[in-house]
């Protein structure tokens, strides 16, 4: 099931992956999702739900993506 987010936040979205995209070929998916938690307000967005808009997106924009280390994604339970 595909998480919609608002159309604020899949903007801060897209903004972040062209940033990224212009610096480097490669996304890290959780670092980059993390990063939009903190930098903007999207309380109550779930992690998962932003990190699956970043893959996408970085993915449109031609670049890798990479997951980061499994000690950097929060854990569930």
């Known amino acids: ?3 919609r987010l608002s159309d604020a936040v899949q903007r801060k979205v897209e903004l972040a992956i062209r940033a990224k995209a212009s610096r480097a070929l ?7 999702a993390q ?12 992690l998962d739900a932003i990190a699956a808009t970043v ?5 449109q924009c031609g670049c890798a993506v990479e997951l980061g280390h499994q000690e950097d ?3 569930s339970g």
């Open 55 to 59: 893959a996408r997106l970085a993915a």
């Open 35 to 46: 990063e939009i938690q903190r930098e903007h307000d999207v309380d109550g967005v779930d």
């Open 73 to 75: 994604r929060p854990h």
């Open 1 to 3: 099931m595909e998480v």
């Open 26 to 32: 490669v996304v890290d998916v959780y670092a980059t």
